[in-house]
């Protein structure tokens, strides 16, 4: 973050795999691409080698990534990405392991896994996109799937009270979250160097668009009407604290959410126990 | 004082200069790779100078490349890559 040059614009063009066929798959529009740029561009300001990462990807729209991308990668079981992230991590822990997975797949069939993860404060940089709905397999409700929005197994709207991803790993126990939005570019690029830089479970949650699946049956319109429905919906921590509970419904705060540096990490943990243990 | 009010008086004469580019219709600020854009719109959306006009496919052509100020904005939000620049 402190390197004051200027980042050339076809920069990320060196981190694309050449013999796989582009355009990718995603829908026209789709945020996955800019939260694969914003990531690029961190690892490329943070100058570390690609060997030294490892991608980790469940299944979903935006699993879809480490496919693209030209580092170690890991394409595994629905939900279960944290889980082979933290072996992967326990075998290697010299690595940068990188997870990125979706809202569905985190949050619903991998929530176990999720806020254990949290708990042990494993360093891996957890990079959810949150598209509140299920885009890949047709639209259905998601975890995060706002109360009254319309999906295609909510025809009438939803019922459920939606979970608030953030707030569920602080409390779990992850060590740094924040919150970004695909609109606030400059913002989610910083967010995610820090989350690199951090050491224990940093997870960074990034509000993306599904327009063909949320946008269409909610009727908020195309790619870039749901980016400006973003930059309005969005609400920075500072002006948040001002805030009454009833006008923040609906809204997302954004920005870092938590940060704690002194809580003892997993590996180094376990590292001692073996020193002592070797006497 | 007085050198910098006559410098902006001759300024106001000469026809007034947007940016530090020099751009043209025959030296584009921007590379535009189109067999991998997907027509999403969301550059000719987001330029805050409007230099992109759409195609009859939706992919953005650079109507007013005199306006470009680099601002980064387009290339930065375009999901497919496709977009980068001639000088940076």
């Known amino acids: ?279 | 004082m007085s050198d910098s009010n006559q410098a902006s008086q001759q300024q106001d004469t000469t026809p007034k200069k947007k940016n530090k580019y020099d751009f043209s219709e025959t030296n584009k600020p921007l590379n535009i790779n189109l067999s991998w854009c997907k027509a999403c719109n969301i550059c000719i959306a987001m330029c805050p100078q409007q230099i992109f006009e759409p195609d009859r496919d939706g992919r953005p052509i650079q109507t007013r490349p005199e306006d470009c100020t680099q601002c980064t904005i387009c290339w930065v939000h375009c999901p497919d890559f496709c977009i980068t620049s001639t000088v940076k």
């Open chain 1, 1 to 279: 973050m402190a390197t004051a040059e200027k980042q050339k614009s076809d920069v990320m063009l060196d981190y694309l795999i050449p013999q796989k066929k582009f355009p990718s798959v995603w829908c026209p529009g789709c945020g996955n691409g800019i939260v694969m740029g914003a990531f690029i561009r961190a690892v490329d300001k943070l100058e570390y080698d690609r060997n030294d990462i490892a991608m980790v990807s469940g299944i979903g729209c935006t699993s879809r990534m480490p496919v693209y991308l030209d580092f170690n990668s890991l394409h595994t079981m629905h939900g279960r990405a944290l889980a082979f992230a933290t072996g992967v991590k326990f075998a290697q822990p010299k690595m940068k392991v990188v997870v990125i997975t979706g809202d569905g797949d985190a949050l619903a069939i991998g929530g176990n896994h999720f806020i254990h993860a949290c708990r042990r404060n494993i360093d891996i940089t957890c990079i959810l996109i949150n598209n509140h709905t299920y885009g890949m397999t047709g639209g259905q409700g998601s975890p995060t799937t706002p109360s009254d929005a319309i999906s295609t197994t909510t025809p009438f709207g939803n019922v459920e009270k939606h979970f608030d991803p953030c707030d569920l790993a602080k409390s779990a126990g992850a060590s740094y979250v924040a919150r970004g939005t695909v609109y606030h570019y400059p913002q989610l690029e910083k967010i995610i160097t820090a989350a690199l830089e951090h050491k224990g479970f940093s997870l960074v949650e990034v509000i993306s668009n599904c327009h063909t699946y949320y946008g269409r049956l909610n009727k908020k319109g195309d790619a870039p009407a749901m980016l400006d429905m973003f930059k309005d919906l969005s609400v920075t921590k500072a002006k948040a604290k001002n805030m009454e509970q009833e006008e923040l419904e609906n809204k997302f705060v954004i920005g870092k959410m938590h940060e704690d540096n002194v809580k003892t990490e997993f590996c180094d943990e376990y590292k001692k126990i073996i020193d002592k243990q070797k006497g």
